[in-house]
């Protein structure tokens, strides 16, 4: 019996091995930004053996963090290796791109224009074009997906809202969606610029205050919410879908027990790519 175990246990690990992907690290020179910014990209396992193009999901970090986060902290090649092995999941590439540095007072970070870092234009002029003619991106809507966690989970968000034509699913994860109030004594710094971009871009405000045009662009997006518990942005996720189902767009809502933290985004990473998966071609 131990020795048919082991066995077991050795077809399971070659199996795996068998669909092993790879991520690899690049950099794109940015005009926008006046600066390179490196990115981490999930390649399907032979990739470098044919010329097919993949449907792509964009994974974006949170604040003090950076493009390898996801890779590092968050187990992302684990995780697509198992569940594109298992078939929860489609053969996908994975870009992961740099937004922000642990300094956060005295570096840039964030998804959004600000003075002096327009990544928001980047993001979409520069780096989408950029990255999926490089390697073998579908490049439409339908094949394209965006999530992320925290102020990633919050980039992700309004991304999909302020370009509906660009994505077929977003999934935000323990989302920093608004910045309801900002000290009148917060020093002027890096943070301060990020705080002030995620108030003007509020992707709740956005959503209360849709017209019926906007909705109905929202409405050709899936959406889906997905925060701990005991997380302190907790209310934000609530209050996005529910303004959300006012306006007749269809989101899910997760609420599991847990906080901010890589434990919950790991989770969360494994509902989060069957779902792009699910609304690829749709």
Same mark, same amino acid.
């Given at each position: 019996?131990?020795?048919?175990?082991?066995? #077991?246990?050795?077809?399971?690990?070659?199996?795996?091995?068998?669909?092993?992907?790879?991520?690899?690290?690049?950099?794109?020179?940015?005009?926008?930004?006046?600066?390179?910014?490196?990115?981490?990209?999930?390649?399907?396992?032979?990739?470098?053996?044919?010329?097919?193009?993949?449907?792509?999901?964009?994974?974006?970090?949170?604040?003090?963090?950076?493009?390898?986060?996801?890779?590092?902290?968050?187990?992302?090649?684990?995780?697509?290796?198992?569940?594109?092995?298992?078939?929860?999941?489609?053969?996908?590439?994975?870009?992961?791109?740099?937004?922000?540095?642990?300094?956060?007072?005295?570096?840039?970070?964030?998804?959004?224009?600000?003075?002096?870092?327009?990544?928001?234009?980047?993001?979409?002029?520069?780096?989408?074009?950029?990255?999926?003619?490089?390697?073998?991106?579908?490049?439409?809507?339908?094949?394209?997906?965006?999530?992320?966690?925290?102020?990633?989970?919050?980039?992700?968000?309004?991304?999909?809202?302020?370009?509906?034509?660009?994505?077929?699913?977003?999934?935000? #994860?323990?989302?920093?969606?608004?910045?309801?109030?900002?000290?009148?004594?917060?020093?002027?710094?890096?943070?301060?610029?990020?705080?002030?971009?995620?108030?003007?871009?509020?992707?709740?405000?956005?959503?209360?205050?849709?017209?019926?045009?906007?909705?109905?662009?929202?409405?050709?997006?899936?959406?889906?919410?997905?925060?701990?518990?005991?997380?302190?942005?907790?209310?934000?996720?609530?209050?996005?879908?529910?303004? #959300?189902?006012?306006?007749?767009?269809?989101?899910?809502?997760?609420?599991?027990?847990?906080?901010?933290?890589?434990?919950?985004?790991?989770? $969360?990473?494994?509902? $989060?790519?069957?779902?792009?998966?699910?609304?690829?071609?749709?």
């Amino acid at each position: 019996m131990k020795t048919k175990c082991i066995l #077991m246990a050795l077809m399971c690990a070659a199996c795996l091995n068998a669909w092993a992907g790879k991520i690899v690290t690049d950099s794109i020179e940015s005009k926008v930004l006046g600066t390179t910014v490196k990115y981490n990209v999930y390649l399907p396992n032979g990739f470098d053996k044919t010329d097919k193009k993949y449907p792509v999901v964009y994974l974006l970090h949170g604040l003090y963090g950076g493009y390898e986060n996801w890779a590092k902290q968050g187990g992302m090649q684990t995780v697509a290796d198992e569940l594109i092995g298992t078939g929860e999941a489609t053969e996908m590439i994975v870009i992961m791109p740099n937004a922000g540095h642990p300094d956060i007072h005295n570096i840039r970070n964030g998804y959004f224009n600000m003075p002096g870092w327009n990544y928001e234009d980047f993001f979409f002029d520069e780096l989408i074009p950029g990255a999926e003619a490089k390697y073998r991106g579908v490049g439409d809507k339908q094949h394209r997906a965006i999530m992320g966690l925290s102020m990633g989970g919050g980039g992700s968000a309004v991304y999909a809202q302020h370009h509906t034509d660009k994505f077929s699913s977003c999934y935000a #994860m323990s989302a920093w969606l608004d910045q309801p109030e900002i000290k009148a004594d917060m020093p002027k710094d890096k943070f301060y610029y990020t705080c002030l971009s995620v108030q003007q871009n509020s992707a709740v405000k956005y959503a209360e205050n849709a017209t019926e045009e906007q909705a109905a662009q929202m409405r050709t997006v899936k959406w889906f919410f997905d925060c701990g518990d005991d997380d302190g942005l907790f209310e934000l996720s609530v209050k996005i879908h529910v303004a #959300m189902r006012s306006k007749k767009i269809k989101s899910e809502l997760r609420v599991k027990n847990g906080v901010h933290n890589w434990e919950y985004w790991h989770l $969360a990473l494994r509902e $989060a790519l069957p779902f792009a998966s699910r609304n690829f071609d749709k």
